[in-house]
Protein backbone atom coordinates (compact mmCIF):
# COMPACT_ATOMS: atom_id res chain seq x y z
CA UNK A 1 0.00 0.00 0.00
CA UNK A 2 1.52 3.17 -0.77
CA UNK A 3 2.07 5.62 1.88
CA UNK A 4 -0.16 8.37 1.16
CA UNK A 5 -2.90 5.52 1.21
CA UNK A 6 -2.12 4.32 4.32
CA UNK A 7 -2.19 7.92 5.49
CA UNK A 8 -5.57 8.56 4.56
CA UNK A 9 -6.78 5.20 5.97
CA UNK A 10 -5.31 5.65 9.61
CA UNK A 11 -6.45 9.14 9.55
CA UNK A 12 -9.98 8.36 8.45
CA UNK A 13 -10.34 5.64 11.15
CA UNK A 14 -9.40 7.28 14.47
CA UNK A 15 -10.67 4.60 16.18
CA UNK A 16 -10.11 0.77 15.06
CA UNK A 17 -12.24 -2.09 15.82
CA UNK A 18 -15.69 -0.06 15.25
CA UNK A 19 -18.39 -1.92 13.79
CA UNK A 20 -18.93 0.92 11.76
CA UNK A 21 -15.51 1.45 10.47
CA UNK A 22 -15.05 1.14 6.64
CA UNK A 23 -19.20 1.22 6.28
CA UNK A 24 -19.86 5.18 4.40
CA UNK A 25 -22.25 7.38 5.60
CA UNK A 26 -24.73 6.74 3.09
CA UNK A 27 -25.40 3.16 4.64
CA UNK A 28 -26.79 5.03 7.74
CA UNK A 29 -30.42 7.48 7.99
CA UNK A 30 -28.84 11.00 7.58
CA UNK A 31 -31.14 12.50 9.87
CA UNK A 32 -30.09 9.57 12.45
CA UNK A 33 -26.11 9.68 11.51
CA UNK A 34 -26.58 13.64 12.36
CA UNK A 35 -28.60 12.97 15.89
CA UNK A 36 -25.81 10.64 16.53
CA UNK A 37 -22.69 13.20 15.93
CA UNK A 38 -24.51 15.99 17.80
CA UNK A 39 -25.01 13.71 20.88
CA UNK A 40 -21.51 12.29 20.49
CA UNK A 41 -19.64 15.78 20.41
CA UNK A 42 -20.92 16.06 24.25
CA UNK A 43 -18.33 13.65 24.65
CA UNK A 44 -15.34 15.01 22.41
CA UNK A 45 -14.21 18.07 20.48
CA UNK A 46 -13.48 16.06 17.25
CA UNK A 47 -16.43 15.55 15.12
CA UNK A 48 -14.41 12.43 12.86
CA UNK A 49 -14.65 10.64 16.35
CA UNK A 50 -17.98 11.51 17.19
CA UNK A 51 -19.40 10.24 13.50
CA UNK A 52 -17.27 7.05 14.29
CA UNK A 53 -19.02 6.30 17.50
CA UNK A 54 -22.26 7.16 16.15
CA UNK A 55 -21.94 5.06 13.00
CA UNK A 56 -20.69 2.22 15.60
CA UNK A 57 -24.33 2.71 17.71
CA UNK A 58 -26.09 3.04 14.25
CA UNK A 59 -24.37 -0.17 13.18
CA UNK A 60 -25.92 -2.12 16.23
CA UNK A 61 -29.71 -0.25 16.29
CA UNK A 62 -30.05 2.08 13.07
CA UNK A 63 -32.22 3.32 15.97
CA UNK A 64 -29.92 4.07 18.56
CA UNK A 65 -30.34 7.67 18.75
CA UNK A 66 -34.05 7.96 18.77
CA UNK A 67 -34.17 5.14 21.50
CA UNK A 68 -32.00 7.35 23.65
CA UNK A 69 -33.98 10.05 23.36
CA UNK A 70 -37.03 8.48 23.99
CA UNK A 71 -35.19 7.01 27.34
CA UNK A 72 -33.74 10.65 28.04
CA UNK A 73 -36.83 12.69 28.05
CA UNK A 74 -38.19 9.50 30.62
CA UNK A 75 -35.87 10.46 33.11
Known amino acids: ?5 LVKVVQADRLP ?3 GDDRPDSDFDA ?5 GIK ?3 E ?4 PDVAK ?3 K ?3 TED ?6 LETIEEHH
Open 1 to 5: MRLSR
Open 17 to 19: GGL
Open 31 to 35: GQLQK
Open 39 to 41: VEM
Open 43 to 46: HTND
Open 52 to 54: EVA
Open 56 to 58: DHL
Open 62 to 67: PKYYDK
